[in-house]
C-alpha cells in the first residue's frame, strides 16, 4: 500500500511539474463534465415529471384534441357530475394563462383555482413568507411558487403583470412538486374574467382518485361521460399528461442526450492524448527510473494515476460547478402551459463525478500500456 501512495504522490508531483498543460486538462475535462452534468441534469428533471409511479393518484381532465391551455375550455359544471364518478376521491377546476405556448426558457403560467379548495386538495404547500389569509381576501392575490419568485424577484406585497394579469403577491410557496414551485396561484372567478375566458369555463380539471388502481376505471368512465357533450374529454395520468403535452420539449431534451455523449467522448479523447503526450515527452524520465529500479508496472502506474489526478479534478470541477450554476440561474422549461424546472441533483453530480473516474481510467490504460512496455535500452537511445 505504501508502495502506491508513493507512486500517487510520484505522480502529483509529476502533474505539477507541467502546471501549463495539467491546468489546461482539467478545465478541458471540466468543460466536458459540465457539458455532460447539464444534459443529466435536464434528463433527470425530465424523467421525475413523466415517470408514472405506482403511487400516483391524479387524473388529468382535458379538452379532447386540444393541447395548449389557450384552446382547452370545459363547462365547469362538469365538476359535479366529475365527483360522483366512483373511485373519485376529489377534484379541483383549474384556469390555466400561460404568456407562450411553445418550448421556451420564460414561461410565466398563472392557476387560477377555487381559493377554498386549494389548500385541501393540495395540502404540501408550504406558505415561505406572506399571508395566506391576505390571499383569501383579495381578489388579485397571488400565491406565488418559490422558483418564479426567485427568478423574478417578487416578493410579499409586489405587483406584477404579465400575460394581460395583474395581481399583487400575497405569499410565496414551496411544494414538492416541481410543477408548482414555477406558477402563480390565483383565484378562478379572477383569471377567468382576467384572461377573458368568462366565468363557468376552465382549461382542465384535476382529479385524484381513491387508489392507484383507480387511474385508468376512473379515467374511462369520466371520458365515456362526456363522449357526445359539446366539449368530449380526454383523461391521462397527471405525468402522462406532461408526457403528450409538452412533446416538442420532451423531444428537443432527449435530443441533448447526444451531446452528453459527445460530451464524454469528448473528455475520453482529451485525457488520452494529454497522458500520451505525457509520457512520450518524458522517455528520458522513465528511462532513468527504470535505470534506478522501478518496475515496468510502476512506469505504467504513474501514468494511470496522473489519469486520475486530472480526471477527477476535472470532474469535481466541472460536475459542481453545474450545479451551481442551474442552482444560481434556476432555469424553467416551459411547453403548453407545462413547466418543468432544472434543479440541481446530488446524484447527478456524484454520477459525473464517478464518471470522469472512470473515464480517466479507461483514457490512461494505452498511455500506460505504452509507457511501461518501452525497453530501458530503447529509452536511453531516443533521449
Not at 510520484?10 to 502546471?19: F, I, N, P, T
Not at 405587483?159 to 402563480?184: C, H, K, L, W
Not at 377573458?196 to 382529479?207: A, E, K, S
Amino acid at each position: 500500500m505504501r508502495q502506491y501512495f508513493n507512486l500517487f504522490n510520484l505522480a502529483a508531483k509529476q502533474a505539477w511539474r507541467h502546471k501549463t498543460r495539467s491546468i489546461l486538462t482539467i478545465l478541458g475535462v471540466a468543460v466536458g463534465m459540465f457539458l455532460f452534468s447539464s444534459v443529466e441534469t435536464m434528463q433527470a428533471a425530465l424523467s421525475k415529471a413523466t415517470s408514472v409511479t405506482a403511487n400516483d393518484t391524479t387524473l388529468v381532465v382535458y379538452r379532447e384534441n386540444r393541447f395548449c391551455p389557450a384552446t382547452s375550455r370545459l363547462p365547469e359544471h362538469y365538476l359535479s357530475e366529475i365527483r360522483k364518478i366512483d373511485g373519485v376521491a376529489e377534484a379541483i377546476p383549474i384556469q390555466v394563462a400561460v404568456n407562450n405556448c411553445g418550448a421556451s426558457l420564460d414561461v410565466i403560467a398563472f392557476r387560477g383555482v377555487p381559493r377554498e379548495n386549494l389548500q385541501s386538495y393540495n395540502p404540501d404547500l408550504e406558505l415561505l413568507e406572506g399571508s395566506y389569509d391576505d390571499w383569501m381576501k383579495r381578489s388579485d392575490g397571488a400565491l406565488v411558487g418559490q422558483t418564479f419568485a426567485i427568478k423574478r424577484n417578487l416578493n410579499t406585497g409586489d405587483t406584477f403583470e404579465a400575460v394581460g394579469v395583474r395581481v399583487v403577491v400575497s405569499g410565496i410557496i414551496r411544494s414538492p412538486n416541481a410543477q408548482d414551485n414555477n406558477v402563480a396561484y390565483v383565484h378562478l372567478p379572477f383569471l377567468q374574467q382576467a384572461s377573458r375566458v368568462g366565468l363557468g369555463t376552465v382549461t382542465q380539471f384535476n382529479v385524484r382518485v381513491t387508489d392507484p388502481s383507480q387511474l385508468d376505471p376512473v379515467a374511462e368512465k369520466i371520458d365515456a361521460l362526456f363522449k357526445y357533450d359539446s366539449a368530449p374529454t380526454i383523461t391521462r395520468p397527471e405525468k402522462a399528461f406532461f408526457a403528450q403535452t409538452a412533446k416538442d420539449m420532451v423531444e428537443m431534451i432527449g435530443f441533448t442526450r447526444w451531446l452528453g455523449f459527445g460530451a464524454v467522448l469528448g473528455v475520453l479523447g482529451l485525457v488520452a492524448n494529454a497522458l500520451l503526450l505525457a509520457s512520450r515527452s518524458r522517455i528520458k524520465e522513465g528511462a532513468i527510473l527504470q535505470t534506478i529500479g522501478f518496475q515496468q508496472q510502476s512506469i505504467g502506474l504513474l501514468v494511470v494515476f496522473e489519469g486520475i489526478l486530472l480526471g477527477l479534478a476535472g470532474g469535481i470541477l466541472g460536475s459542481f460547478g453545474a450545479a451551481g450554476f442551474f442552482s444560481w440561474q434556476r432555469f424553467t422549461f416551459g411547453s403548453e402551459g407545462l413547466t418543468l424546472a432544472l434543479n440541481p441533483s446530488s446524484s447527478v453530480t456524484l454520477a459525473g463525478i464517478v464518471i470522469a473516474l472512470v473515464l480517466a481510467l479507461l483514457s490512461s490504460v494505452w498511455p500506460a500500456f505504452e509507457a511501461a512496455r518501452r525497453p530501458i535500452v530503447e529509452s536511453l537511445r531516443d533521449s
